[in-house]
């Protein structure tokens, strides 16, 4: 089973919708990456999140870090036909020099 | 455009045949990370280097090696390729390592089709 677990596996959603991405960890998180990808192209950074409780926000994506659940979600309000993607988080258990696992992604497409 | 920059963008080889994917890092970063991304297997790390030295090793096949060298670019060697081995690998790069905060960037991958 994924270390990390992303719900939805896919989402289709009217532009101007809101919608929210989670990532579940099966382990303590010490800190956690978001990025998007379009299909065979390379990972775009959005965000990190390290402090339990922490939130940031660009543009209209805003992701948020709950320690105590070990899962982080990721909000985009109003959303456009460029917010299409696959979206990946990205974790990390511990201090020091260690391997950020991902989840399978999240597909989200927008319909005009 | 990341900074991070991978050669070749596509490869095709066949079964047996050995492979090196080469990866420029960000200017200034001394972490190098691979990972291999697959349709089954989504984004699959296999190994971190910092400054030359291995840091961290994930699920990476005996048949795989890699190595960071001194001007900090790195080359990951695939041998004795098999079809399964036919997937996008990533190079990315970060300053220091991933707990300090630092922003891990990803080149554009190597499309490897193993036939």
């Known amino acids: 089973s994924q270390e990390l677990e992303q719900s939805p596996q896919s989402l289709i959603v009217q532009e101007g919708k809101n919608l929210t991405i989670n990532c579940t960890s099966s382990?303590?998180?010490?800190?956690l990456y978001w990025y998007k990808q379009k299909y065979g192209e390379g990972l775009i950074f959005l965000m990190m999140l390290q402090k339990g409780g922490e939130e940031k926000s660009h543009e209209k994506i805003t992701a948020k870090l709950d320690e105590k659940k070990q899962q982080s979600s990721l909000h985009i309000t109003a959303s456009q036909p460029s917010h299409a993607g696959i979206y990946l988080c990205g974790a990390f258990h511990s201090g020091g020099y260690q391997k950020v696992t991902f989840g399978i992604g999240t597909k989200l497409q927008v319909i005009p | 455009d990341s900074g991070v920059t991978q050669t070749p963008k596509h490869l095709i080889t066949a079964t047996g045949q050995r492979v090196t994917l080469r990866c420029s890092p960000r200017?200034?970063?001394?972490?190098v990370y691979w990972y291999q991304q697959s349709l089954d297997q989504g984004l699959q790390f296999l190994i971190q280097?910092?400054?030359?030295?291995?840091?961290a090793k994930g699920n990476i096949l005996e048949r795989f090696s890699a190595q960071q060298f001194p001007d900090l670019h790195s080359e990951l060697n695939l041998s004795s390729l098999e079809l399964g081995d036919s997937a996008l690998y990533f190079c990315?790069?970060?300053?220091?390592?991933?707990?300090?905060?630092?922003?891990?960037?990803f080149g554009e991958g190597s499309w490897l089709t193993v036939v």
């Open positions: 280097y910092y400054n030359g030295e291995e840091r």
């Open positions: 200017s200034g970063d001394l972490s």
């Open positions: 990315a790069s970060s300053v220091g390592h991933t707990s300090s905060g630092n922003t891990i960037y």
């Open positions: 382990k303590t998180l010490y800190g």
